[in-house]
């Protein structure tokens, strides 16, 4: 039976659904370290990236070769 914090948890859910499904990548992984406060995002498992750039507002991209395959978000929780 679903409960409020539940129901919560969807709405927020559904409201990303749309920017997400514009993204290129159709597979993603999704990771969020509460105590470092860095939000991940993967486009390749293995992500084995080659190369990164460290962008001045605190975000990395990392790329094998020229396709990205990864978003690093510092301070995530403050976005």
Do not use: C, H
Request: aromatic fraction near 10%.
């Amino acid at each position: 039976m679903a409960t409020a914090e539940t129901n919560e948890t969807l709405n927020q859910v559904y409201q990303l659904i749309p920017p997400f499904i514009k993204l290129p990548p159709k597979k993603m992984w999704l990771d969020y370290d509460e105590d470092a406060d860095v939000f991940y995002i993967n486009f390749k498992r293995p992500q084995r990236a080659t190369d990164s750039e460290m962008l001045e507002n605190g975000v990395l991209l990392r790329y094998r070769g020229t396709e990205l395959v990864g978003i690093t978000i510092m301070e995530a929780s403050k976005r």
